[in-house]
């Protein structure tokens, strides 16, 4: 079974008071991006990464170099940001299963995929 993952990275950070965005935080030398990016890309099961960020932050974005990740712009609050990312892959065709993934908890268990296999 294949999956298409979108990981959401297009908030403010507003409680977080830095200035830079939780996404671009980094830990032991990588974002937040790249660490669930990474990480994702451990599952064969997840064929196509679907990346949501906000428009404010796409220098940062591009800054990171990451490959074979499809961007696309969020929207004004969560819900618009995962319904961007949804018709970016309906317009895609063939994209049946999708997880969403908040990019802020990068530690996701590989018995999760496992248990939707």
Do not use: W
């Amino acid at each position: 079974m294949s999956f298409c993952l979108i990981i959401l990275a297009a908030g403010n950070s507003h409680r977080f008071r830095s200035n830079i965005g939780k996404p671009y935080q980094k830990i032991a030398g990588k974002s937040l991006i790249e660490i669930n990016v990474n990480k994702a890309r451990e599952f064969k099961q997840i064929k196509k990464i679907v990346l949501v960020y906000n428009k404010k932050d796409i220098k940062r974005v591009k800054s990171l170099k990451i490959k074979n990740v499809k961007l696309v712009e969020g929207g004004r609050n969560r819900q618009q940001s995962t319904f961007n990312a949804l018709k970016y892959l309906y317009s895609q065709k063939g994209t049946s299963k999708v997880l969403i993934h908040d990019v802020a908890r990068p530690n996701f268990s590989k018995m999760i995929i496992k248990i939707l296999d």
